[in-house]
C-alpha cells in the first residue's frame, strides 16, 4: 500500500491522530521522522505507550524514515507519516520519498509571517518550504481532524490573492 497521510503536525501524536486519523486512515504503521525524538528514548516510550497494540510506530530521524520508506518491505503496510514541519516534510521528498499530498494539521511557527487557519501560523523556512512544495505539484491541505472540510492551500492562496488586489485599487 502506499503512504496513507504525510501530515505536518508539531504536537506529532496526540489525541487527533490516535482518535481520529488512524481510524479514518486504517493507518497500521505510524511513522514519526524528527530527528530531536529519534534521538529520545523517553519520549519515544511515552509515545509508544500511547499507541493502540494494532499500529506499529517507527519514530527516527527524517533520512532514517525516507530510507525504509523506499525499502521494498513493508509496502503492503498502510502507512502514516509524521512530521513536524514543513521543512521536514521537503527533506523527505528531497531524500525520495514519493506523496503528491500534504496535510496540514498543527503548526504553530515561531517566526509567524502569516495565518492560514486557527490551527496553522507559519513563516520563515517553514513557509518557504511550503511554497516549494507547492511548486512541485503535491497537493496541500489544511485539515486538522478527517470530518473537517478540508482546506486546499493553493485555492486559499489564489483567493487570498484576489481579496489582495481588490483592497489595492
Not at 527524517?62 to 516534510?89: C, H, K, N, T
Not at 513563516?123 to 507547492?134: D, F, H, M, V
Amino acid at each position: 500500500m502506499p503512504i496513507v497521510l504525510v501530515r505536518v503536525d508539531d504536537r506529532l501524536i496526540h489525541g487527533q491522530i490516535l482518535e481520529s486519523w488512524i481510524p479514518s486512515t486504517r493507518a497500521q504503521e505510524l511513522i514519526v521522522a524528527n530527528d530531536t525524538l529519534a534521538d529520545d528514548q523517553v519520549q519515544k516510550m511515552i509515545m509508544q505507550a500511547a499507541i493502540p497494540y494494532s499500529v506499529d510506530l517507527i519514530i527516527d530521524s527524517v533520512l532514517e524514515v525516507a530510507s525504509i520508506l523506499q525499502q521494498p518491505e513493508g509496502r503492503d503496510v498502510r502507512r502514516m507519516v509524521i512530521v513536524e514541519d514543513p521543512v521536514d516534510a521537503l527533506r523527505l521528498r528531497r531524500a525520495g520519498v514519493v506523496f503528491d499530498q500534504l496535510n496540514l494539521g498543527n503548526l504553530v511557527s515561531s517566526e509567524v509571517t502569516i495565518c492560514l487557519s486557527r490551527t496553522v501560523s507559519i513563516g520563515g523556512e517553514s513557509l518557504q518550504a511550503l511554497r516549494t512544495i507547492l511548486q512541485e505539484g503535491i497537493k496541500v491541505n489544511i485539515q486538522s481532524v478527517p470530518f473537517e472540510k478540508a482546506v486546499d492551500l493553493s485555492e486559499f492562496c489564489q483567493r487570498a490573492k484576489k481579496v489582495m488586489v481588490h483592497h489595492e485599487v
